[in-house]
């Protein structure tokens, strides 16, 4: 999230589950252990939420911990991603996991 609220979205990759629809960034789901995605911006700090976002899919149950993470105000958007104010995430073409994302952060905050 920058200084002025808005969010970093990113479009998925074309191939694989949820293809081509965006998503706040996120790590590789795995199994067990820490994912080692870095983040897609440089981030001053990090913050786990309290609470889990549950999600079935038809041949998997899937548990995330969710951060915020705050950056700097001059972070830019990294290729197929964008910032997004609060009131425009309607406009995002969004799968139901990751409105339950979005709507676990807010709600955090």
């Known amino acids: 999230v920058r200084p002025d609220?808005?969010?970093l979205f990113r479009r998925r990759?074309?191939?694989g589950l949820l293809g081509g629809?965006?998503?706040p960034p996120s790590s590789e789901w795995v199994t067990e252990g820490?994912?080692?995605t870095?983040?897609?911006v440089e981030v001053l700090d990090r913050t786990p939420l309290i609470g889990t976002v549950r999600h079935t899919f038809t041949h998997f149950?899937?548990?995330l911990?969710?951060?915020h993470c705050r950056v700097d105000g001059d972070a830019a958007a990294p290729q197929d991603s964008r910032w997004v104010?609060?009131?425009r995430f309607g406009d995002l073409a969004l799968p139901t996991v990751m409105k339950k994302i979005v709507r676990h952060a807010m709600k955090a905050r």
């Open 5 to 7: 609220g808005a969010v």
């Open 34 to 36: 820490e994912p080692e």
């Open 13 to 15: 990759v074309e191939s």
């Open 65 to 67: 911990e969710v951060h």
């Open 21 to 23: 629809m965006m998503e």
């Open 38 to 40: 870095a983040p897609p």
């Open 61 to 63: 149950h899937l548990e």
């Open 85 to 87: 104010m609060p009131d």
